[in-house]
C-alpha cells in the first residue's frame, strides 16, 4: 500500500475512498497470503481503493497501480474500471470535470 500511495502522489493524484473490506473466496484452495502470511478461511481481508479522474489519466493510473501493486502471486487484486456519469461539487454546484 505504500508502494502505491507513492506513486500516486508522484502522479499528483491525491485523493482517494480507502476501505476495509472482506472478501469471499468460494474456492479456497488456493493458499491465500495476507500480509505475508498463509491465510484459511472463508472471508479474507482486503484494502479497496478508489478513485475518480478524468479519462486521459486512466492508463497512466492502472500502470502506476500495477507497477507499485503487482507481486504476480494470488491476492494481487484487480482493477476495476467503471463511467461516471456526473460529478457535483456540493459546494459550489459546479458540474462534470471542474467538479473533480
Known amino acids: 500500500m505504500q508502494d502505491v ?4 502522489n508522484g502522479m499528483g493524484i491525491n485523493l482517494a475512498t480507502i476501505s476495509e473490506v472482506q ?3 468460494w474456492h479456497n484452495a ?3 497470503v495476507y500480509n505475508g502470511s ?3 478461511g472463508e472471508y479474507a481481508p482486503m484494502v479497496k481503493l ?3 479522474l478524468l479519462d486521459e489519466k486512466k492508463s497512466a493510473l492502472i500502470a502506476a ?3 507499485a501493486a503487482k507481486t504476480g502471486k494470488f491476492g494481487d487484486g484487480r482493477i476495476f474500471v467503471s463511467p461516471v ?3 457535483v461539487r456540493i459546494r459550489t454546484e459546479e458540474h462534470g470535470a471542474c467538479a473533480v
Do not use: M, N, T
Not at 5 to 8: A, R
Open 50 to 52: 478508489e478513485f475518480v
Open 38 to 40: 498463509p491465510y484459511k
Open 23 to 25: 472478501v469471499h473466496w
Open 65 to 67: 497501480i500495477l507497477a
Open 85 to 87: 456519469v456526473d460529478v
Open 5 to 8: 500511495k507513492g506513486i500516486l
Open 30 to 32: 488456493h493458499g491465500q
